[in-house]
């Protein structure tokens, strides 16, 4: 098996976390840009175009990116011996996690393609609502790691 030195963990975690922040402050502000959207710019004109442009850009400038690097760096870490003890839960509850965290990005990514084409269903209620889904996850995400649990 692959292993990554030891000396190597800390930078990997640094960067680790640094993606994730990224990855997360996206996560949070797609759904919003949504909701006004969704309630101010409708289907056409200027607004929406720039609605657009704002979300088209911060997916795949920002968020692609970020999740990419999440995954990459998350990955290596799995690495570094001693790390993950796969018979405890907590790696577990982390993965499903970041597994349903991963979904629900592309399925962001696939609203903001019917936002664009005028095709969208939701509500500003309904993508209110989507905003907290990346906080449950994160909440998991963090109390297994942290309480290891």
Request: hydrophobic content about 55%.
């Amino acid at each position: 098996m692959l292993e990554v030195p030891v000396f190597m963990y800390p930078w990997l975690k640094a960067f680790h976390v640094i993606s994730v922040i990224s990855w997360m402050a996206g996560l949070l502000y797609l759904p919003r840009l949504f909701v006004h959207h969704v309630e101010q710019a409708c289907c056409t004109g200027e607004r929406h175009d720039l609605f657009v442009m704002m979300e088209r850009r911060l997916l795949r400038i920002i968020m692609n990116p970020a999740m990419i690097a999440t995954w990459v760096f998350g990955l290596s870490l799995l690495f570094v011996p001693g790390i993950v003890d796969w018979s405890q839960i907590w790696p577990w509850s982390k993965a499903a996690a970041v597994l349903a965290m991963t979904w629900f990005h592309h399925w962001l990514a696939q609203r903001r393609k019917t936002l664009e084409t005028g095709t969208d269903a939701l509500t500003g209620r309904d993508y209110r609502l989507m905003n907290e889904v990346p906080t449950v996850l994160m909440i998991v995400i963090v109390l297994s790691v942290v309480l290891k649990f």
